[in-house]
């Protein structure tokens, strides 16, 4: 299995965060992706036109977010929300990832930081991010963006919020461009935890324990989401179980080879494609869960990261 690890991530593998997944904790995880984050501080940050904390409506009050800006005007307007496991991740983690999508799709780019649990679970964490995606498009002007071109996208759990969001404006709106979908978790059904579910998905075995993410940590992380097991099925927590997948915006969705989420996401894009759903679907080789975080270690995962900006880019323009 270790053989067809990019070299230059199996090198950083004994670096990375959230070992020993049985004694995790919401705490733990926390401080270990803003250690990770604070670890790249010597390198220089992207830096688009501008960078800005805001405050924006959520489901249940006031939310903060941060707003990357881009010279061009009107632009496309992106409200992406932050991968870890729902739990762990904030607008500090993911500030590289979200400047870096800014430049690269010429791109105002609105990081949000919804609640998270177990504070608050299922479903606090979609209901905020549905309530900013429709505030981004009620306030597109402020932003500097075009209208007609408001997408989302996320990576990890926020991948799963995103496709989430993106069948929820299917009522009530807002109309969206495009999704980007970076190693979604799609199927929650059972929690990582239910054999039946997991049989369906080959990677969750196959890939369980040594390429960072691990099956444990997912059945941590979903576990946490999840306070109420019935709700695991929900379409708005596991989106590969809605039954209509019709009249959702074209997609790009990315998955790494090395990873335990990347059958439940092949599987969405197969499911998408069926409903007439326009894919643009990238199984990395070689690559792990978070590469797009990997870029500056690893060509490969600099490439691959690439290539999926480059296809949302274009259903953005």
Known sequence: MKGRVDPAIERI???????????????????????????????PLPQPGSVTDLVIDGKAGALAARLYATASRPAPTVVFFHGGG???????THDRQARTLSLELD??????????PPETPFPGPYEDCLAATRWA????????????????AGDSAGG?????????????????????LVYPALDLA?????????????????????????????RFFAGQ?????????????????????????PAVICTAELDPLRDEGEAYAEALKRA??????????????????????????????????????????
């Open 13 to 43: 593998l004994p670096l990375l965060p959230l070992k020993d997944a049985s004694s995790l904790t919401p705490k733990r995880a926390r401080d270990e992706l803003v250690a990770l984050a604070d670890s790249r501080k010597d390198a």
């Open 86 to 92: 729902w739990v762990a991740g904030d607008l500090h």
């Open 107 to 116: 791109a105002v780019v609105l990081s949000v930081d919804y609640r998270r």
């Open 137 to 152: 498009a009620a306030n597109i002007d402020r932003l500097g963006g075009d209208p007609t071109r408001l997408a989302v």
């Open 160 to 180: 799963n919020l995103a496709a989430a969001v993106a069948q929820g404006c299917r009522s009530g709106g807002p109309p969206l461009r495009a999704q980007l």
């Open 190 to 218: 059972g929690c990582y935890g239910t054999p039946a579910v997991n049989d369906h998905y080959p990677s969750r075995q196959e890939n369980a324990q040594g390429f960072f993410l691990t099956g444990d940590a997912m």
């Open 225 to 249: 989401y999840i306070a109420n097991a019935k709700d695991s099925e929900d379409p708005r927590a596991s989106p590969l179980r809605s039954g209509d997948l019709h009249r959702l915006p």
């Open 276 to 317: 007439g759903v326009q894919v643009s679907y990238f199984r990395e080789p070689g690559m792990v869960h978070g590469f797009f975080g990997m870029g500056a270690a690893s060509p490969a995962a600099d490439a691959a990261r690439q290539r999926a900006t480059a296809a949302f880019r274009k259903l953005l323009d």
